[in-house]
């Protein structure tokens, strides 16, 4: 385990009412019943009476103006407003007794603080796709204060109750959304709000727009000029003009739109007319709202049915383990401030037990007394009569949980009688035991009564003792142990299982591990179950702490021993066990109630329709929410999978995303989604989904007041664009739920499609025009698609041309290039994505882009333009250098030279004798050819290749390039234009050169020179690179400045006067 991870073993699995977006809302006769509205405990509580008032005005204009927009179909009746338990609400006169004990869990409508991205900009939270529900309309307290105009807050809340109640979504575009844009383009170069509306919107366009991109050009709508616009409610409800949803007279399926992508370009009224609302309703008579304040009513009500016919005793055990597990739940398990009632019944017998609050002892025994002096189950059960007397019990509350535990072991042949004898209370049925070969169509129906009820069921499991040659059966005690944990999930308790072990030996020693104890409450159970047949008084359990601690149990059953302890430690906890025989198993289990902490991280999960209701068709599948939070912020990119298990032990495992592609309906919103994908039909499933900080790209959205801005941006585009200033590391962590029980019910999939691809892009690529989009899956968003139907024409044409592709690549990112066959043409362009059966897919979003006649210059990025700025720069400095030493040639030639000749760097000044140093002996050896001055005298003879790196006589070698005129040499040899004088050079003077000879020979008369650095000898005369004498050796005359210079080096070019010629040596070509 990583150091300083914080890791939940076990977090408390939230099953969350906003899964049934639209649980206890009924309509009658067109009036809406049911709603709640319910304020948040952190508001401020003397502006109780404000918040009340100004609900009630907003929710009266919304009422009438729905009736009218639906032609006299709908409006709102009634409306329960939940106000915090805690708040006096003076001024408030008509609070009443919270009956059916709403809370901020049960609203449909919530007021809360300014949201840290919309602001005070009311939205939905609307994971699901066209045409389902939303989980709950938001309203800031500053919109619900603030809002003058009870005529435009009105008009908001119709906008949002479409949304939330009939799955229609915003019909105008979103700011810098690449997807559904604030304008689009309708021709080259023109661009056209982003609204669905009767008449053209007139407004203001930003300076961005001469660029040419969608996403950069916005519109601002001018609220003073457009009193001519009357739809569409999800477009511009901001103004007055508006009262009315677009329809297919007035729908504009052009734009890119949120709600043209979802639902295929279908008007919102078209989707409205779908639901069953609209179905079931005529036009009716507009009537007032009533109203009805309460305050927030903490405990959950339950009261248990529980099936005593003779198939509950069959099997020994069968009906002990159903008895002792509700009374455990009463007496050990349940809180303080919980309501339990009871109804035993069979086919001609029926009692019930009023409700009772668990606020004492006394309260908890009187109905478990009730059950534990039952005997043998008899008869066949009836379900109508046990129903109707659980709703009886419950109408004096009006509200609360039937919690039916019977029999599934031979069909029960549905009856709508039985759903009507509920009177509309949820009923959670609980199967045990549960053939699942035998239908359970009539406890479906039940738990349909309230959407996104389970039915949870214990897979009938016997156990065999042998006696001599016969066998006995006893229900098994793992059907005991998940039953309790099916309990559990009722309401009334928040208690977790922490660990478990079983054990089927005589002597059994079972360890219960305990990590992250202050993740819990200090209470905690520790239970023991076993069979009815092993007498408990055989039975020795001893229960040792982490701190070889002795505990004993507090509560003891015929199938059960329950400790309670105090004080839960990290480590292990030992059951030991010591039995006279062994029959079934012994199972035991630790649990605690995790800490309510805000700190502490939760997940949260629910279902397109309900857990116990995961729908299949054979085109579609259900998708599966889940959303993780930590004090009431939402956790942003965090890795999230879900574990689907069958009861056989076959796993599932899926990747969940909130990137607004595929099952995702929104980016960024901190609800991950997924299509569920691979399971099978009509059968019992547990789900767990584990969150962990992705490698630390998790983010935690939303700062505390005050020390961030916050945005202003309307819910919600392609995805929801949150800047970094907003979002807080929330360090490494994993985090997981308990199993979550659901069930597939339907039709099992034919041939899934490619989920509908809703993130197109184009850009120009040249002439072409390049498509990009995230890969779907090849069956919704599992595994990948590889054949695509490009689809285009020019921008309201309909001819439609077609282009078939394949991408089998890799990468999540899929891009195809299309030429279209007119430059500077509009065009649009759509995808269908093709599966590996041949099953299309729907048609993505519509994006626009032209065919270019001629390649723009592409615009320079910044960085390119800061190269070609310090290029110049370093350019313009090189020519500047360049110049400057073309003009100082005469004074740095020689050092250019003998940098090059030498491989040398000059690191001081040129003059400097430190400079040139002599070279290394290899290099010397090398470059033995190379003739350059040696000596630091005119007199010395050059006797070692290392006296040539001596430091040359510059300053004479600046002289003779004042004074001579150009070269006429011969590749660097040649004699130099002399004067009219005759000049004589003296040769060099080398044992090694001179040739015996009985003439004497004027060479050696002379000094020997010193060589210059292109292998000339050098006279002291600083005018040339020759020894000039004061007389010529041949005329002996003095030489006069009248000698042209015309002969190249007489000494060697035949002409002998009186003298010898001397000998000739080659000369070594020493230019480099």
Not at 28 to 50: E, F, H, I, K, M
Not at 444 to 462: E, H, R
Not at 658 to 665: A, E, K, L, M, S
Not at 966 to 975: A, I, L, S, T, Y
Request: glycine letters at 6%; one cysteine or more; hydrophobic letters at 35%.
């Amino acid at each position: 385990m990583m150091v300083g991870a914080r890791v939940l073993l076990v977090v408390m699995a939230l099953w969350i009412r906003q899964a049934v977006a639209t649980q206890g809302i009924s309509l009658t006769n067109g009036a809406y019943s049911g709603v709640v509205v319910a304020l948040r405990d952190d508001l401020n509580p003397t502006l109780c009476a404000q918040y009340v008032q100004n609900i009630k005005d907003m929710i009266a204009n919304g009422s009438s103006l729905l009736f009218n927009a639906t032609n006299n179909k709908v409006y709102f009746g009634d409306v329960t407003i939940v106000v915090p338990e805690t708040w006096a609400c003076d001024g408030v006169t008509d609070i009443s007794t919270n009956s059916m004990g709403l809370g901020w869990a049960d609203s449909h409508l919530r007021i809360g603080p300014t949201h840290v991205l919309f602001k005070d900009n009311p939205w939905t939270q609307q994971p699901r796709r066209c045409g389902q529900p939303g989980d709950f309309i938001y309203f800031s307290h500053n919109f619900i204060l603030s809002n003058t105009s009870v005529k435009s807050s009105g008009k908001l809340l119709v906008h949002e109750w479409a949304k939330f109640r009939w799955g229609v979504f915003e019909e105008y575009g979103h700011p810098s959304d690449p997807i559904y844009p604030s304008t689009y383009h309708t021709a080259v170069g023109v661009f056209n709000p982003n609204y669905c509306s009767d008449e053209k919107i007139s407004g203001t366009f930003s300076s961005q727009c001469t660029n040419n991109v969608e996403k950069d050009c916005s519109f601002t709508p001018d609220l003073m000029s457009n009193d001519n616009v009357t739809s569409s409610l999800l477009a511009a409800p901001f103004l007055d003009s508006v009262v009315k949803f677009c329809d297919t007279s007035d729908h504009d399926r052009l734009p890119p739109t949120k709600h043209n992508v979802l639902c295929n370009q279908l008007s919102t009224m078209e989707v409205i007319s779908w639901h069953q609302d609209m179905k079931s309703s005529s036009q009716n008579t507009f009537q007032d709202t009533s109203f009805s304040v309460v305050k927030a009513e903490p405990g959950d009500i339950i009261v248990f049915v529980l099936d005593y016919s003779s198939t509950m005793g069959q099997v020994p055990s069968r009906w002990d383990f159903l008895r002792d597990s509700v009374c455990q739940f009463i007496e050990m398990i349940a809180t303080n401030n919980t309501k339990v009632g009871l109804v035993i019944f069979n086919n001609n017998w029926v009692d019930g037990y009023p409700l009772l609050t668990l606020d004492t002892v006394a309260n908890r025994q009187a109905l478990t007394s009730v059950i534990k002096n039952l005997l043998i189950p008899s008869g066949n059960k009836n379900l109508l009569i046990g129903i109707s007397k659980a709703a009886d019990i419950l109408e004096t509350v009006g509200r609360g949980t039937i919690a039916l535990v019977t029999e599934n072991l031979s069909e029960y042949t549905p009856n709508p009688a039985v759903v009507s004898a509920a009177k509309g209370h949820r009923v959670v049925p609980i199967l045990y035991p549960c053939n699942t070969t035998v239908p359970q169509n009539m406890y479906d129906d039940l738990a349909t009564i309230v959407p996104g009820t389970s039915v949870l069921t214990v897979f009938n499991k016997l156990d065999k003792f042998q006696v001599g040659n016969a066998d006995y059966v006893f229900q098994s005690v793992s059907n005991y142990e998940t039953l309790m944990e099916h309990l559990l999930t009722l309401g009334g308790n928040s208690i977790v299982v922490v660990a478990k072990q079983s054990c089927s030996s005589l002597q059994c020693l079972m360890i219960l591990p305990v990590a992250n104890s202050t993740q819990y409450e200090s209470d905690f159970l520790i239970e023991v179950l076993h069979s009815t047949s092993e007498n408990p008084t055989f039975y020795n359990v001893a229960i040792t702490g982490p701190a070889n601690s002795i505990h004993t149990g507090d509560s003891t059953t015929y199938t059960s021993l329950v400790s309670k302890f105090e004080s839960l430690q990290d480590g292990n906890y030992f059951v030991n066990v010591s039995r006279l025989f062994s029959v079934t198993s012994v199972n035991t289990s630790l649990l605690a109630t995790p800490k309510t902490n805000m700190s502490s991280f939760h997940v949260l999960v629910w279902s397109t329709d309900g857990l116990s209701n995961l729908i299949y068709t054979t085109t579609s599948v259900p998708t599966l929410f889940v959303m993780v939070t930590q004090m009431w912020r939402h956790v942003l990119h965090a890795n999230v999978t879900a574990v689907i298990t069958h009861k056989n032990g076959e796993t599932v495992t899926l990747k969940l995303y909130d990137n607004g592609i595929g099952g995702d309906t929104t980016g960024n919103d901190g609800i991950y989604s997924a299509y569920l994908v691979g399971l099978n039909v009509n059968v019992d499933v547990s789900i767990t989904v584990t969150a962990t900080d992705n490698g630390g790209q998790a983010r935690l959205l939303g700062l505390a007041a005050g020390s961030a801005p916050v945005t202003d941006q309307a819910c919600c585009g392609s995805k929801l664009i949150i800047p970094t200033e907003l979002l807080d590391d929330p360090g490494s962590f994993t985090v997981s739920s308990l199993g979550v029980a659901g069930r597939t019910a339907g039709k099992q999939p034919n041939s899934l499609p490619p989920a509908q691809i809703t993130d197109l892009k184009s850009s120009q690529a040249g002439y072409s025009v390049l498509l990009t989009f995230t890969a779907p899956g090849d069956q919704l968003d599992q595994g990948r698609a590889t054949s695509y139907i490009i689809q285009y024409q020019v921008y309201e044409n309909n001819q439609i041309q077609q282009v078939n592709k394949t991408d089998k690549g890799t990468d999540t990112t899929v891009q195809f290039s299309l030429l279209p066959p007119y430059c500077d043409t509009l065009y649009t362009f759509t995808v269908i994505a093709i599966s590996s059966q041949g099953t299309a897919n729907n048609v993505s979003n519509e994006v626009r882009n032209q065919g270019l006649c001629s390649v723009p210059t592409p615009n320079l990025t910044k960085g390119e333009i800061a190269g070609i700025v310090i290029g110049s720069l370093l350019g313009f400095i090189i020519i500047i250098i360049i110049i400057y030493l073309c003009l100082k040639r005469d004074h740095l030639e020689d050092v250019w030279l003998w940098q090059m000749l030498t491989c040398r760097c000059i690191r001081n000044k040129k003059d400097d004798s430190t400079v040139y140093n002599k070279p290394p002996p290899k290099l010397a050896a090398k470059r033995s050819d190379i003739i350059r001055s040696n000596t630091s005298g005119n007199s010395e003879p050059i006797r070692t290749i290392s006296d040539l790196y001596t430091k040359p006589n510059l300053h004479a070698k600046r002289e003779i390039r004042k004074n001579r005129q150009e070269d006429m040499d011969d590749g660097g040899f040649g004699e130099h234009l002399r004067r009219s004088e005759n000049i004589q050079m003296n040769a060099i003077s080398d044992n090694s050169s001179q040739r015996s000879s009985p003439y004497p020979n004027p060479y050696n008369t002379h000094s020997t020179m010193p060589i210059n650095q292109v292998g000339l000898p050098s006279a002291t005369n600083p005018n040339y690179g020759y020894a000039i004498k004061q007389k010529s050796y041949m005329t002996n005359r003095p030489l006069e400045d009248s000698d042209d210079g015309s002969h190249d080096n007489f000494a060697y070019d035949g002409y002998s006067g009186n003298g010898l010629q001397p000998p000739r040596k080659p000369r070594v070509n020493t230019q480099v």
